[in-house]
């Protein structure tokens, strides 16, 4: 940097001093195209790229010989003689006045820094007066640079046609630099937005050094991680290949299948030479717009590396007789320059000098014979930026001339001559410029200086004549809204890189799926994370979930713990086998005891009827179809009314039961336990005494069950403890007293009853129950106290099958063990059923 600021002092002290000529020391003479006019455009291109130091022996000036030819830089600097004539016809833009330039070429920073300052110091006869309004140029990031590092203190403003470097749009250092092709900031976000959208989230780069290279491989790894994509590796490259089997190794051991090949054009050429010795195979090649349509890429061995390659290019446009203009150049059109005849004679490998090895140029041969970048006129890219850049100038001109009511409508300052315009304000009305071309490209800059974004999304696809095409397959527009800047064309067909039919697959790590949860790894990049699967109760319903969220209560998740299903909720239901059964058991029960009481009403007047009071058989057998129709209550869907009824049905019923069991033990006891001769005990427990003492019971009981649904009552719940994957649709029990006080009454008249059964156990059994009642009660006592630890112990709808079971099994003990003897003599022992059969069994009474 220390040459450009011992340049840039020359400039400064010969600007100052008007009587100083601006004059560089050592070589100059750059300029090779020039045309005069009242106001002057410079330009500075790379017609020759590889130079050679001739340093004289130092017998005198070192110079530079500048040998090897870039076809496109001859092509720019065309563009700006071809958009200076159209400018100079145009009637309405710049009326009055004509457009000239004076295009410089350097080989190599040095030339090139120096050919700008040439440039700016103008014709050696007339010294610093002859300024140029603006510089075009240089395609080059780092060229650009260092020139605008010149530019800036002289207010000469800098439009460049493709320097792209995002640096260059930092106003405080290069406040004069504008340019017409978009930043690589643009590039970057696109091509982000490109591997985000076919979900490339692993990838590799392949950069060299340089601005160009080295700033848009790290604005691109910063800007890939905000998006979750992730960078493998980064692999520096060199023309001198040092690296170059670490490279390939590299390529070769990586698991990403895309690689951003991110160089300028000249170390692209190098690296396809060299990877082409090599068989890189699977890799989908990702390219930046430096490169990706250059089609005289593909030789015979690349052809398979860069089919299917993709990336972001310049859009197409269409500049009417642009490709004439440049198919009519002959050498005539600039005798002067020693450098066309150099490209004319490696256009025709012709000379213009007689030999024998190689044909004489006539200078009229056919252009549109030759391959080469300068004849491509099928497509124009950075060609139009070029075009624009010109216009661009020529519009800030035209806009710094325009006066209204003696100020500038667009500064509202002085007016101007074209005597007085000067660089400085040519650049304050860059900054204001909006306009478009004859061609219809719309220029306009940002507060940094950059041209809106617009990029052609490129393919390239190979032809079965084994051509290269460059496929048009998607657009990147940054002046679209958010969502809809990056999209494919419709129905467009994509060759994918690795022979790939399908969109190739670049990831670490599969997404998680929904179901599990993402953790990533300690020292590791982001893309590289490991899956667990979601803890019981909770899902993921998203691809990547960080976190997995517990379901409600009321949900449990599916089998793939990817959505929150309800609970499927129990109950004991007809329909399932044990509800079927219990609701068969009580049925029969029903049935059976429905039948007895037909049997005993029809056989009412028999002996073994009339016996221990019939009126209480009748009563106790209906109590006993209640007890097994109550059962049915507890089966089915709980609600507020069966919750209710089921308990209050339950304890009433068996209480009734149990008080005609009761009626009957004590009319036994009454009958036999006479102790004194001719008294008659039983006119104290007649029938009237009977009916009383079971309404009586029965009337303890409701009353219990009463004030059990006034203050607390049983209701439906759902019980979400016992089970995590399901809810139990129970009856709560309310008031807990209530419940026990209901059953522990019926344990107290059963246990009373059992009693009083035991004592009379031994009495005679032709007309007492008393053995019968026995064992109903000693089998009802068992069954009921072994429901308690059951129905505690009993989860859900078990609580519910326990608690039926009990009343079941209680019921059709009562049934089977008073009523089931009977009924057999009555049926199929009637000779036994009459007072002669049971008066033989009766022993004579003893005091």
Request: charged fraction near 20%; charge should be neutral; proline fraction near 5%.
């Amino acid at each position: 940097m220390g040459w450009i600021t011992c340049i840039l002092f020359t400039l400064l002290a010969g600007i100052k001093s008007e009587k100083q000529t601006c004059k560089v020391i050592g070589q100059t003479g750059f300029k090779e195209f020039s045309k005069d006019g009242d106001l002057i455009i410079g330009g500075v291109f790379s017609l020759s790229t590889t130079r050679k130091l001739i340093d004289n022996g130092y017998h005198a000036l070192p110079y530079t010989y500048c040998k090897q030819l870039n076809d496109r830089e001859l092509k720019f600097a065309r563009i700006v003689m071809f958009t200076v004539e159209e400018i100079n016809r145009d009637t309405k833009l710049l009326p009055g006045l004509s457009l000239g330039y004076r295009l410089y070429n350097g080989c190599g920073d040095e030339n090139l820094i120096r050919a700008a300052v040439e440039a700016v110091n103008g014709e050696d006869s007339k010294g610093c007066a002859d300024q140029i309004q603006a510089l075009l140029g240089h395609s080059s990031s780092g060229v650009s640079k260092d020139i605008n590092i010149i530019l800036s203190p002289l207010s000469i403003p800098q439009v460049s046609h493709l320097s792209t470097c995002a640096c260059l749009s930092d106003k405080r250092q290069f406040p004069t630099f504008f340019r017409t092709v978009p930043s690589d900031r643009f590039q970057v976000i696109g091509l982000v937005q490109l591997m985000k959208y076919f979900d490339w989230r692993w990838v590799g780069i392949i950069y060299s050094q340089g601005v160009y290279s080295e700033e848009g491989t790290m604005a691109f790894a910063k800007e890939a991680e905000k998006e979750g994509i992730c960078v493998e590796y980064r692999l520096p490259y060199s023309k001198t290949h040092v690296k170059f089997p670490a490279i390939v190794e590299a390529l070769r051991k990586s698991s990403s299948k895309v690689v951003l090949l991110f160089l300028p054009l000249p170390f692209t050429i190098s690296f396809l030479s060299e990877i082409e010795k090599y068989n890189i195979t699977g890799k989908q090649w990702v390219g930046s717009e430096a490169w990706i349509t250059q089609t005289d890429l593909a030789s015979d061995g690349s052809k398979n590396i860069l089919k299917g390659a993709m990336g972001f290019a310049l859009p197409q446009a269409s500049i009417p007789g642009l490709g004439e203009f440049l198919l009519s150049f002959k050498p005539s059109d600039e005798p002067q320059s020693a450098i066309v005849k150099d490209f004319w004679e490696s256009f025709f490998d012709c000379s213009f000098s007689p030999s024998n090895t190689s044909a004489t140029c006539t200078g009229t041969e056919d252009l549109s014979t030759v391959s080469s970048d300068y004849t491509d006129v099928t497509h124009f890219r950075p060609e139009n930026n070029v075009y624009k850049a010109v216009y661009l100038v020529a519009y800030a001109i035209h806009a710094l001339l325009q006066c209204h009511n003696g100020s500038n409508p667009t500064t509202g300052k002085s007016c101007v001559t074209k005597d007085q315009v000067r660089p400085k304000l040519v650049l304050e009305h860059i900054k204001y410029m909006n306009f478009t071309t004859q061609s219809g490209a719309k220029v306009f800059f940002d507060e940094n200086g950059d041209s809106v974004a617009q990029y052609d999304l490129v393919n390239w696809q190979i032809k079965d004549d084994g051509s290269v095409e460059i496929v048009n397959i998607g657009q990147f527009d940054t002046s679209l809204p958010e969502g809809q800047k990056f999209k494919l064309k419709d129905n467009t067909r994509i060759v994918w890189g690795g022979n790939s039919i399908e969109v190739p697959r670049s990831v670490c790590r599969e997404p998680c799926p929904p179901g599990t949860r993402k953790a990533i790894k300690k020292h590791k990049p982001v893309c590289c994370f490991d899956c667990f699967e979601c803890p019981e109760g909770t899902i993921s319903n998203e691809t990547n979930s960080p976190d997995c969220l517990i379901c409600p209560p009321e949900f449990w998740p599916n089998e793939k713990k990817d959505q929150c299903l309800p609970k499927p909720t129990e109950y004991l239901s007809y329909k399932e086998i044990m509800g079927a059964l219990l609701t068969g058991f009580g049925c029969v029960g029903i049935f059976l005891s429905l039948l007895t009481l037909i049997i005993f009403l029809t056989h009412k007047e028999t002996p073994i009827v009339k016996a221990n009071n019939s009126e209480l058989s009748f009563l106790l057998l209906f109590s006993l179809t209640l007890c097994f129709l109550c059962s049915l209550t507890f089966i089915g869907r709980p609600s507020d009314w069966s919750c209710m009824l089921r308990h209050t049905a339950f304890g009433i019923a068996f209480v009734l039961c149990i008080s005609c069991v009761l009626g009957k033990t004590i009319v036994v006891l009454m009958a036999f336990r006479a102790t004194l001769p001719g008294r008659n005990m039983m006119k104290w427990f007649g029938p009237a005494q009977q009916r009383l003492s079971v309404l009586s019971f029965t009337l303890v009981q409701v009353v219990i069950c009463v004030l059990w649904l006034t203050t607390n009552p049983p209701f439906p719940r759902m019980n979400m403890i016992y089970y995590k994957d399901k809810i139990i649709l129970e009856c709560a029990l309310g008031s807990a007293v209530g419940f026990w006080a209901v059953l522990g009454y019926i344990g107290l008249l059963a246990l009373l009853c059992f009693i009083l059964a035991f004592f009379a156990r031994k009495l005679p059994d032709s007309f007492n129950e008393a053995k019968l009642i026995t064992f109903s009660m000693l089998i009802f006592c068992a069954v009921w106290i072994t429901f308690i630890p059951a129905y505690v112990s009993s989860p859900g709808k078990f609580t519910v099958a326990v608690e039926i079971f009990a009343i079941l099994a209680s019921s059709f003990a009562l049934l089977t063990c008073i009523f089931v003897p009977k009924c057999y003599i009555i049926i199929f022992r009637p000779e036994q059923n009459s007072k002669r059969h049971l008066m033989k069994k009766i022993p004579p009474r003893t005091l």
